[in-house]
């Protein structure tokens, strides 16, 4: 029940339901959850340690106002981890691996035509995951997972402009066709103008959102 409390609260958080910088009210979420307040709170705790949440003394849960020097940081990073990995993953794939890529990029092209936000992040994450656990390096695949919950909190942010989506698909496609060729320098390359584009698009989400 709490790692489920966790995930509801995770969505509501991708999904833009709680604002940035808005207070949580644990009363009315374990009213809404029907969990106890002892359970309620170790939710939090998990979402604490995500950095999805903070948790400040005699002020309670809030959710974190948006700082473009905090997304830079993250999107700086992302491209670090991301590039390399796609780079990896381009020659070290299995063909059954590759057929699961292809099927997450599916699930993302069925997200994004239906304009599904909340759907578009977690498909998106999927695709990330396949790639990052075939790049050959378990420790940047785990510090890439440490980063997931956040990375994702800024892609509902940029998946809300109208037609990144559908830009996203075809970046994601880039990728694949690159790793699908064992090309190396072109699954980086396309990776990195994903990462890059991006970046671009959160920053129009929330300079409009200002």
């Known amino acids: 029940m709490q790692q ?22 644990e009363s009315q979420l374990c009213t809404e959850l029907g969990i106890s307040r002892p359970s309620l709170r170790e939710a939090l705790r998990s979402l604490e340690a995500e950095r999805l949440i903070e948790i400040v003394p005699n002020r309670g849960p809030s959710i974190p106002a948006l700082s473009w ?9 992302r491209e670090l981890l991301e590039v390399e990995a796609a780079g990896r993953c381009a020659l070290r794939i299995s063909p059954e691996q590759l057929r ?15 304009n599904d936000s909340l759907a578009q992040v977690m498909t998106a994450a999927d695709f990330y995951s396949i790639i990052l656990a ?12 440490g980063l997931v919950a956040r990375i994702s909190f800024f892609r509902g942010r940029s998946m809300s402009l109208e037609g990144r989506a559908q830009s996203s ?15 190396e320098e072109a699954a980086r390359k396309a990776s990195r103008q994903h990462v890059l584009k991006a970046k671009a698009a959160a920053k129009r989400s929330m300079d409009g959102a200002v």
């Open 100 to 114: 699961e890529l292809k099927r997450s990029l599916s699930a993302f092209e069925q997200a994004a035509s239906s």
């Open 169 to 183: 698909l075809t970046e994601m496609r880039e990728i694949v066709e690159a790793i699908a060729a064992g090309d």
């Open 69 to 77: 020097e905090v997304a830079t940081a993250i999107y700086e990073v």
């Open 4 to 25: 489920e409390t966790v995930d509801k609260l995770r969505l509501a958080i991708f999904s833009g339901l709680f604002q940035p910088g808005s207070r949580l009210i």
């Open 134 to 145: 075939n790049c050959g390096n378990p420790v940047l695949e785990e510090v890439h997972r």
